[in-house]
C-alpha cells in the first residue's frame, strides 16, 4: 500500500511540475494503448514510468530510475508490438545509465536483452558472455549467450550455454532453450 501511495505521490508531482533540464531524447513519452489493450495493466506501467522521471529529476546519477525507464519501455515494446519506438528508447535509458555506472548487472542484462529483440545479436553475445565470466552463478546471462550464440549459428556455444543455465537452474527456461536447441539441431 505504501509503494502504491508514493508511485501516487510522484505521479502527482511529476504531472505538476515538468521539469526541462533534463535533455529530451533521455526521455521518451509512453504512447497511448490501444483501446481495450490491457488498461490496468497500463495504469500500473503508467505510475511506474512517471516514478522513474520523478527519480530520474531528483537522482540523475543513480541507475535506479534508468532501469526503472528500461523496464517501462521494454514492457510496452512486448504488450503493445511497438518495437520499433520503445526498444531504441529502452536502449537509450540503459546506456544513459551505463554512462553513470559501467558495471551496473542489472542495465548490462538489460541491454543484451534489447540487443537481442532488436537482432544485434553479436552485440548480444560478447556482452552476454562478458556477463557469463563476471556473474557465474547467474543462470540468466547464459540464457541470453544461448539465445545469442543460437541466432548465430553458433550451436557449440549455444549447447555450452544452455548447460550451464540447466546445471545452475533447471526449469521452464532452462528447458524450452533445451528443447529448441533440440528442434534446430
Do not use: W
Not at 501516487?8 to 529530451?24: A, F, K
Not at 483501446?35 to 503508467?46: D, S, T
Not at 551496473?104 to 543484451?112: A, D, P
Not at 557449440?156 to 528447458?175: C, F, H, K, W
Amino acid at each position: 500500500m505504501r509503494y502504491l501511495i508514493l508511485l501516487l505521490i510522484c505521479s502527482i508531482t511529476v504531472s505538476c511540475s515538468r521539469s526541462t533540464h533534463l535533455d529530451s531524447s533521455e526521455i521518451t513519452p509512453l504512447k497511448p494503448r490501444v483501446a481495450g489493450l490491457y488498461p490496468k495493466e497500463f495504469a500500473k506501467q503508467r505510475l511506474q514510468f512517471d516514478a522513474a522521471c520523478a527519480l530520474l529529476r531528483s537522482m540523475p546519477d543513480s541507475v535506479k530510475p534508468y532501469t526503472m525507464l528500461a523496464s517501462v519501455y521494454m514492457t510496452e515494446a512486448r504488450v503493445t508490438g511497438d518495437h520499433p519506438y520503445y526498444y531504441p528508447a529502452a536502449l537509450r535509458s540503459i546506456e544513459a545509465g551505463l554512462e553513470r555506472d559501467p558495471l551496473s548487472n542489472e542495465l548490462r542484462m538489460q541491454k543484451v536483452s534489447v540487443l537481442l529483440s532488436l537482432h544485434r545479436f553479436e552485440e548480444a553475445r560478447v556482452l552476454a558472455v562478458n556477463l557469463c565470466t563476471q556473474m557465474p552463478r547467474v543462470a540468466t546471462v547464459y540464457g541470453m549467450a544461448c539465445d545469442a550464440n543460437l541466432e548465430l549459428g553458433r550451436m557449440d556455444e549455444a549447447v555450452q550455454a544452455a548447460t550451464a543455465m540447466m546445471n545452475l537452474r533447471p526449469g521452464i527456461e532452462s528447458y524450452s532453450r533445451v528443447s529448441y536447441l533440440r528442434e534446430r539441431h
